[in-house]
Each structure stands twice: as C-alpha cells, then as structure tokens.
C-alpha cells in the first residue's frame, strides 16, 4: 500500500504541532525538538513538519512504499521516464532509515519515493538531496531557480 509524503518547513514547531493536531483531531506519533510527524489513515498521509534552515511552507512530497520492491518500481518509472533521479540506500533521514530516489518535477517541485526500514537517533541529513538541489541551481545563481522560493526583501541572498 502506498501512502502519500508531505513535508512542511515551519518557523515554530509547537505552534504549528498545536494547528495540526487540531486539523487532524489527533496528536503525532513521533515528536522531536526540530520535527513532528502524523502517519495518518484519514486521509491516507505522512505528513511531517520541521523546523531547520528552509523557507516555510512546502519543503517537499512524496509516496511512502512498503517494500524495497514497490520502491525500485515507482524509482523505475521515473527513470523510464526520462528523469534524473538521485538514490540513496539506507540513509538517516527525519529520524528514520530508508532507502529513497528522490526526483524534481518540471516545476521544480521535490518529490521522495521511500522505503522506511527502521528508526533512527538523528534527524540526519541527505546528500542525494543536496547534490539535487545544487543540479536545480542555473550556473552563478545561489538561492535555486526564481519561481522556487519567493524574495525575501530583507535579507542577503538565500537569507
């Protein structure tokens, strides 16, 4: 069964957790000082927030697999399909162990396909995430491509 990803960057992570466990009529199932996630049934959905060094609103979304096997499927179609995807193999990402192909859509939009396999101690990092956001940026540029981010009038380049 696959389950929808959506990843929210937000500014203040009790407040946002107080919204979300009102919109969702129940509290997460996994809490961290810098994350929360809610693994929800109605509507079928990770949806997970965070409070690190991004812009707030979207960070980016994703399918959640149940097997290795659903995984190399879908990270199959998209390569079929012409696009460039970054994989990663048992990677600590969001406090959890997984294997992921992560994709940008034409827009610019990031999209996960995931396997989660086991938890983890630390919100972790991705280098197939930053050598996939660094392949978004047009030569010279510093903050990714313009219709990514809004401007932020009053700070330096990516704030």
């Known amino acids: 069964m696959k389950r929808l990803h959506l990843h929210v960057s937000v500014p203040d992570l009790a407040q946002s957790m107080a919204f979300y466990e009102t919109l969702f009529g129940a509290p997460p199932s996994v809490v961290k000082d810098d994350y929360a996630k809610w693994m929800l049934d109605d509507p079928k959905v990770n949806f997970a927030i965070s409070a690190h060094d991004r812009p707030a609103g979207v960070d980016h979304v994703g399918i959640q697999v ?12 998209l390569k079929a399909a012409g696009a460039q995807t ?24 990031r ?49």
């Open 66 to 77: 149940d097997s290795a096997a659903e995984l190399g499927e879908l990270a199959g179609r």
């Open 111 to 159: 999209w996960e396909t995931f396997y989660t396999f086991g938890e983890a101690t630390t919100y972790g990092d991705s280098p197939a995430l930053a050598a996939m956001d660094a392949a978004a940026k047009p030569a010279g540029a510093c903050c990714g491509p313009a219709a990514a981010e809004p401007a932020k009038a009053s700070a330096g380049c990516c704030g």
């Open 86 to 109: 970054f994989d990663e193999a048992a990677t600590t990402c969001c406090y959890a162990q997984s294997d992921k192909s992560w994709v940008s859509d034409p827009a610019g939009l």
